[in-house]
């Protein structure tokens, strides 16, 4: 079983998106039950072969279609790679590949994400309370 591309994807964009994106959906994926992410779920568990928890460059590059390029599954790695341990955890996956439009169908988990920054309530998250 290898990665769809669907879900290569997500890895992709996840990658490429800002830190704060990055945050909302680290957010999002720790408030998500079993039951939206099941395949995601066991993707993951496909990837870690050893079952330690972690998905290493070389778990990542055999689980990912026809011989990719290292160097550009290093670099899609290290943008998933959130505590900079150099290996992806279940909750950095799941926050990387699960589908963002459910999400936004269940507006009460976007607006959990939102108060989770907005650590005074004013209806603004500031710079500050980015930080």
Do not use: C, W
Not at 69 to 83: Q, S
């Amino acid at each position: 079983m290898k990665i769809s591309n669907k879900h290569f994807e997500r890895l992709q964009q996840f990658e490429k998106a800002s830190k704060l994106k990055k945050a909302a959906l680290s957010f999002l994926a720790s408030r998500v039950q079993d039951r939206d992410i099941e395949k995601e779920m066991e993707i993951f568990k496909m990837l870690d072969k050893n079952k330690d928890g972690y998905v290493t460059l070389k778990e990542l590059k055999e689980g990912l279609k026809e011989n990719p390029n290292i160097e550009e599954i290093a670099r899609l790695l290290e943008g998933i790679d959130m505590d900079k341990n150099g290996a992806i955890n279940y909750s950095e996956f799941i926050a990387a590949t699960m589908n963002v439009d459910n999400m936004m169908k269940n507006g009460g988990k976007i607006q959990d994400a939102f108060s989770a920054f907005d650590k005074d309530g004013d209806g603004k998250i500031t710079r500050e309370e980015l930080m």
